[in-house]
């Protein structure tokens, strides 16, 4: 196998998991945003004073927060691998083709212009 053909073997695979994590971080969030609906109907549903279970729609709170955070993380991750790849052997390997799945959304292709 040529080095070249290693070298985006590997990318596609680290990409591959890249964006596995992602989708799963999507999810949590998802999962955490349904779970503080179901806590606020459940509470109203069995007539309980706003002040009962304060306690866990703060660690709820709490754990959204985390989340974000770690959705903050992973673009540094996506900036610290972008660096990575410009000064290494796996700068000219295109990642085509490993867009996040379901993803519909048209990508721009060459410069961008502010529109007004």
Known sequence: ?????????LAA???????DAEASQDE??????KLAQSLTRTRREARMSTTMGQGAFDAL?????????????MVALHHALSDVKQSSSFRGIELSGHEKQ??????PIGRLALVS
């Open 13 to 19: 695979h680290l990409a591959a998991d890249l964006f």
């Open 61 to 73: 709170a709490d754990a959204i927060a985390a989340q974000v955070q770690a959705q903050r993380a």
């Open 102 to 107: 379901g993803d519909d959304n048209t990508r």
């Open 1 to 9: 196998m040529k080095r070249t053909e290693h070298a985006a073997q």
């Open 28 to 33: 949590a969030v998802s999962q955490l945003g």
